[in-house]
């Protein structure tokens, strides 16, 4: 199976501020990569597929990049809507992996 | 508007089954394949199944393989998951997902998710 390695695992900052979150395959993926938010209670939501493709709706303050084994997620502006837990999941191979996730609070 | 609801979950016995549903409305469901992810308790997301759009073929995550069946009705547009012989790690809350259409191409990724259902097994 393919391991996907995400950090951190916590994360708090402030509004207006940009943060990054990782994730790595532990085999190359070849860009089979999606991020999705999870708000508290809340089922998740995608966000982001083939490693930088922003998905229908979502704002253009989050971004996508990498390849190989090294993918992250960039949001800009950091917003109080923000506030929720992301999650990669590669879909190059079976099964589908995803990673341990990363929480997200506001300073 | 896409809406996935599943029903079917509680409190069961290990070694015991039980049956979980996905009724979707607001899109084609005969043109979609689907999925099962579940989240234990403060934990991370897993995959679980997955049917294509014509419920010709499926996939399973190893821990389930022989244990679980999804299934599918496209005249209900309703999605199944039957699990049987369940354990205390089968323990989790059990999202049904649809699987993402660019227009173009089918990713295995998932664009919308039910509510969840509380799966606990638990003598």
């Known amino acids: 199976d393919i391991q996907m390695t995400q950090s951190p695992a916590s994360l708090s900052a402030s509004l207006g501020e940009t943060v990054t979150i990782e994730c790595r395959a532990s085999?190359?993926?070849?860009?089979?990569l999606a991020w999705y938010q999870q708000k508290p209670g809340k089922s998740p939501q995608l966000l982001i597929y083939n490693a930088n493709s922003l998905h229908t709706g979502v704002p253009s303050r989050f971004s996508g990049s990498g390849s190989g084994t090294q993918y992250s997620l960039k949001i800009n502006s950091l917003q109080s809507e923000d506030v929720a837990s992301y999650f990669c999941?590669?879909?190059?191979?079976?099964?589908?992996?995803f990673g341990s996730g990363t929480k997200l609070e506001i300073k | 508007e896409v809406q996935l609801v599943e029903s079917g979950g509680g409190l069961v016995q290990p070694g015991r089954s039980m049956k979980l549903s996905c009724a979707a409305s607001g899109f084609t469901f005969n043109n979609y394949d689907m999925a099962w992810v579940c989240q234990a308790p403060k934990k991370g997301l897993e995959w679980v199944a997955t049917?294509?759009?014509?419920?010709?073929?499926?996939y399973y995550r190893d821990s389930v393989k022989g244990r679980f069946t999804i299934s599918r009705d496209n005249a209900k547009s309703t999605l199944y998951l039957q699990m049987d012989s369940l354990r205390s790690e089968d323990t989790a809350t059990y999202y049904c997902?649809?699987?993402?259409?660019?227009?173009?191409?089918?990713?295995?990724?998932?664009?919308?998710w039910g509510q969840g259902v509380m799966v606990t097994v638990s003598s």
């Open positions: 049917i294509s759009y014509d419920g010709s073929s499926t």
């Open positions: 997902a649809r699987l993402y259409y660019d227009g173009t191409y089918y990713y295995p990724l998932f664009d919308y």
């Open positions: 085999e190359d993926i070849y860009n089979g």
């Open positions: 999941q590669q879909y190059y191979d079976y099964p589908f992996t």
